[in-house]
């Protein structure tokens, strides 16, 4: 078969998904709550990949002016996160016992070693350097988070933007733009306080893994904005932020 042959001819479905490379790396074929549980984490990642590729294109569109194409872009997160909060939905039916022997296997492994989250995080504007130094991350993962700490932040790129059309420009679509980034940062708090009730229910007061203080951390963690230069910082739960 030639190169343009090859070039023309119709993919089927599972090579333009590249299904047996995915299913082969993958977590699988293990028991089902195994499968269950993993899937569920992996597939979290692929979407905060998703997630991190949309900020990047709507900060980049902002600094173009483009606020329909960042609005565009940011709008769309919401509905993202929705579907994150159901995988915490489908991990929730597991048997208290069957998570406890899951946990087990896993060391000081932890979602709280989530680089792509952390890149979200930094990349939006929230920047705590004391993620820089969580124990876990590869060479690697910790080289993406210090890059996301020195380049532009979706936070700021919206304020130069804002501040560039207060003179003459598009009001309707800053406001378009700051409505998308609220509505964004809510539906991450609702994430969080779900991944807190998820934790709550299986680990209850106990530490969480890496160290985390579980549930306690999480309930906490809905307390800040991803976009501290364009967000008052809210108080829920009454508890102080660390």
């Known amino acids: ?27 699988v074929r293990d028991e089902p709550d195994r499968t269950l549980f993993f899937a569920a984490h992996q597939a979290c990642e692929l979407w905060f990949a998703v997630i991190l590729r949309h900020i990047e294109s709507a900060r980049d569109a902002l600094t173009r002016d483009r606020a329909d194409v ?60 004391r993620f820089l130094n969580i124990p876990g991350f590869t060479s690697g993962e910790r080289a993406r988070l210090v890059a996301r700490s020195e380049e532009q932040s979706l936070s700021c790129a919206f304020v130069e933007y804002r501040d560039r059309m207060r003179v003459d420009g598009d009001l309707r679509a800053v406001e378009r733009v700051r409505a998308a980034l609220v509505a964004f940062d809510d ?28 549930a306690a951390y999480l309930w906490r963690s809905t307390e800040r904005t991803l976009f501290p230069e364009v967000l008052a910082p809210a108080i829920s739960r009454g508890v102080a932020q660390n």
């Open 1 to 27: 078969m030639t190169d343009a042959t090859e070039t023309q001819r119709e993919r089927a479905y599972g090579e333009i998904l590249r299904l047996d490379e995915l299913l082969d790396i993958a977590c």
């Open 70 to 129: 960042a609005a565009d872009h940011i709008e769309r997160l919401p509905s993202a996160m929705r579907v994150l909060s159901a995988h915490f939905d489908v991990l929730s039916t597991l048997a208290p016992e069957s998570f406890d022997e899951i946990r087990a296997t896993l060391g000081s492994s932890s979602g709280f070693q989530s680089a792509q989250y952390r890149e979200i995080e930094f990349l939006c504007g929230a920047r705590d350097p």
């Open 187 to 214: 539906a991450v708090r609702s994430w969080r306080a779900r991944h807190a009730q998820l934790a709550e229910q299986f680990l209850g007061a106990a530490r969480g893994t890496a160290g985390s203080a579980g």
